[in-house]
């Protein structure tokens, strides 16, 4: 599975944002997809993940009930709406793919995209 996120950009407080991850390989629709960021000088930290039927979702406990993942398996893409961004939300966001179905364990993930950036103006 090869991944590509887009959509980032710079966003003032309480704006919103929509990253989307296109996958390329067949075995898009059977893995558990997720959404990690990195802020600089801080360890990666997992978002949110879907599995690959897109019934069970996973968020972290700092953006639950503002961002929201979903999946398009038709079109081999992964979303993540991003509503009511804070500064801390600041940080490059990598989308990735795992076969377990559900984790939130960076190193479970076998497939990453190349990040996109997301900077969030007070």
């Known amino acids: 599975v090869q991944l590509q996120a887009s959509g980032g950009g710079l966003v003032q407080a309480g704006g919103s944002l929509r990253l989307s991850c296109a996958a390329s390989g067949r075995t898009f629709s059977s893995v558990t997809m997720g959404w990690f960021r990195q802020a600089a000088g801080k360890e990666r930290e997992f978002v949110a993940s879907?599995?690959?039927?897109?019934?069970?979702?996973d968020y972290a406990d700092s953006v639950k009930g503002r961002f929201t993942i979903s999946r398009d398996n038709a079109k081999n893409t992964v979303y993540l709406q991003m509503n009511s961004l804070k500064p801390e939300d600041t940080a490059v966001y990598y989308c990735?793919?795992?076969?377990?179905?559900?984790?939130?364990?960076?190193?479970?993930?076998?497939?990453w995209g190349q990040g996109t950036q997301v900077t969030v103006s007070s």
């Open positions: 990735a793919a795992t076969a377990y179905s559900t984790s939130r364990t960076a190193g479970r993930y076998d497939y």
């Open positions: 879907i599995n690959w039927r897109g019934v069970s979702t």
